[in-house]
């Protein structure tokens, strides 16, 4: 089981990014997938889930309005918008399946600042 994410970077309040985590080594359409995010000296959050067919999505409190989760099961990859960045997302964001076994990418940097 592999999970990379990528599409992180350093942007300006009030900018977007689109969050992606590319999935192999299992039935990717099978598993829900979720996205947590941990900010310096903070400990892991969950930010939002999304089911195995995209049907039902969940967010955190904190994010709901400007976060969006979604998946392409046909390209094995989930994805996180995120607009109106805030500071208070700077974090390390991470893509998360399994449930018994939990499998973890290896995260990626969303740095916002002006």
């Known amino acids: 089981v592999q999970l990379v994410e990528s599409g992180g970077g350093s942007v300006q309040p009030g900018g977007s990014l689109r969050l992606s985590c590319v999935a192999s080594g299992f039935p990717f359409s099978t598993y829900a997938m979720s996205w947590y995010r941990q900010a310096p000296g903070k400990e892991r959050e969950w930010v939002a889930r999304?089911?195995?067919?995209?049907?039902?999505?969940s967010y955190a409190d904190s994010v709901k309005g400007r976060f969006t989760i979604s998946r392409d099961n046909a390209k094995n990859t989930a994805y996180l918008k995120i607009n109106n960045l805030k500071p208070e997302d700077t974090a390390v964001y991470y893509c998360?399946?399994?449930?018994?076994?939990?499998?973890w990418g290896q995260g990626t940097q969303v740095t916002v600042s002006s």
């Open positions: 998360k399946t399994g449930s018994v076994r939990e499998y």
């Open positions: 999304i089911t195995s067919l995209g049907g039902s999505t």
